[in-house]
Nanobody, 126 residues
Framework: QTQLVESGGGLVQPGGSLRLSCAKS????????VGWFRQAPGKEREGVAC????????NYADSVKGRFALSRDNAEDTVYLHMNSLKPEDTAVYYC???????????????????WGQGTQVTVSS
């Protein structure tokens, strides 16, 4: 399976913004729904958001609604997670993964996803 690559994490102050990217060179991510997940220290991994292959449908966890937004550039086979108004509780390792079949709609089941990346650390602290 093709492992996706996340990037864009870092240290940011509360109220700040970051943009995470998810891609894999040589892989046509444009055909697949992509989900973002995060795992905070001592906690289980949780779903954050998902975007369908065409970008027409997005889902967000209640904890990030109104602050995070998904977009994708299918010409570049890249998915972005725009994170605004960051809070210390957003501190986590963020992962992207895709659904296994082209044109699938987003699901809320973590085990449905494949191609998990290594993650990128986001730390929100003053």
């Amino acid at each position: 399976q093709t492992q996706l690559v996340e990037s864009g994490g870092g240290l940011v102050q509360p109220g700040g913004s970051l943009r995470l990217s998810c891609a894999k060179s040589g892989f046509y991510l444009r055909y697949y729904a992509v989900g973002w997940f995060r795992q905070a220290p001592g906690k289980e991994r949780e779903g954050v958001a998902c975007i369908t292959n065409g970008g027409t449908s997005t889902n967000y966890a209640d904890s990030v609604k109104g602050r995070f937004a998904l977009s994708r550039d299918n010409a570049e086979d890249t998915v972005y997670l725009h994170m605004n108004s960051l809070k210390p509780e957003d501190t986590a390792v963020y992962y992207c993964a895709r659904l296994p079949n082209a044109y699938q709609k987003c699901t809320n089941t973590e085990s449905d996803y494949t191609g998990w990346g290594q993650g990128t650390q986001v730390t929100v602290s003053s």
